[in-house]
């Protein structure tokens, strides 16, 4: 019997919106990357990119729970010494709440090059519009 190897679906991908409206964040994280790496698919293999594209909307709406919003910190380091910067999820929420699901979708994939490029097909936006319409995006519930 012969391995099936997938073939990269080049610009033969789908598109696939999700609406982020009271979805908790770690369970829209992890659906949202086995999306980007294709493990929905039948075809699924772990050294090709066979994802589709995801675009997440109301990202400023998704749930944390318990006292996550005041208790939560992202830290990066700026390379500057002492250059720690912390923020609470409240405020992050408040700044760029597409990068709280950004940094945990990006945590939960794999770290490695095809994780650098699977990301570039996550396209995460604050409000309910998205330039994506022209790409024949359809609606799925992931959570």
């Not at 999700?18 to 929905?40: C, E, F, I, M, Y």
Request: charged share 30%.
């Amino acid at each position: 019997m012969k391995s099936f190897i997938a073939k990269n679906p080049g610009t033969a991908r789908e598109w696939i919106v999700v609406d982020a409206t009271d979805k908790p964040l770690g369970r829209l994280a992890s659906k949202v990357a086995d999306v980007l790496r294709g493990k929905d698919k039948p075809t699924f293999t772990p050294h090709v990119d066979s994802g589709s594209f995801v675009v997440v909307i109301n990202a400023e709406k998704v749930k944390l729970s318990g006292r996550k919003e005041d208790q939560k910190i992202y830290q990066h380091y700026t390379g500057y010494r002492s250059g720690l910067k912390e923020t609470t999820a409240s405020v992050m929420r408040e700044r760029h709440p597409e990068r709280m699901i950004e940094l945990a979708v990006r945590g939960m994939l794999p770290k490695n090059k095809l994780s650098r490029k699977i990301l570039r097909h996550l396209k995460v936006y604050a409000g309910a519009e998205h330039p994506h319409e022209a790409q024949g995006v359809k609606a799925v519930e992931l959570v």
